[in-house]
């Protein structure tokens, strides 16, 4: 088995991150659940500048941030830390204009708002990276002219959700 260790919450997007990851390359490790609200000395000790979770210890050497995990060959390694940088520094997912991808999961995102006003639910807003995204997309010219009203969707589907 790996010396391997990771810290996380069972409902963290960013634990499944790294806990997918290992899976892809095979390996095992130690899960060690931590409670948020009382973080462990361990969990402080390791990441005493963000106290967050993930943390993943190999060989008792902490590796925050939920990205690290690139492959093995250093040409795919510098192209997946690239594409990541990308994604982080543009505003969209196609660069500085929006592009497919953008219209692609933008118009979905926008129902899925709707969604979370009508069963008073706040999911997007924990998530600051996407909610940024979704107001520059909506921010668009053509976006704004075409997308439908999320207060006018809001009305419309009300009475019809029981
Ligand atoms: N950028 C970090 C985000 C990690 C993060 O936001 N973790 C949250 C839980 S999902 C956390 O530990 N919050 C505790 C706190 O902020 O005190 C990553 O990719 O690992």
Known sequence: MEDLKLFGVWYSPFVCRVKCALQLKGLNHEYVEEDLSN?????????????????????????????????????????????????????????????????AIGTVLHWFKVVETLKEVKIIETCTHLQAWIERFSQVAVVKENLLDHDVLVAHFKPLMG
């Open 39 to 103: 973080k462990s000395e361990l969990l402080l000790q390791y990441n005493p500048v963000h106290k967050k979770i993930p943390v993943l210890v190999h060989a008792g050497k902490p590796i925050v941030e939920s990205y690290p995990i690139l492959p093995k060959d250093p040409y795919e390694r510098s192209k997946a830390r690239f594409w990541t940088k990308f994604m982080q520094d543009k505003k969209f997912f196609g660069g500085d204009e929006i592009g497919f991808v953008d219209l």
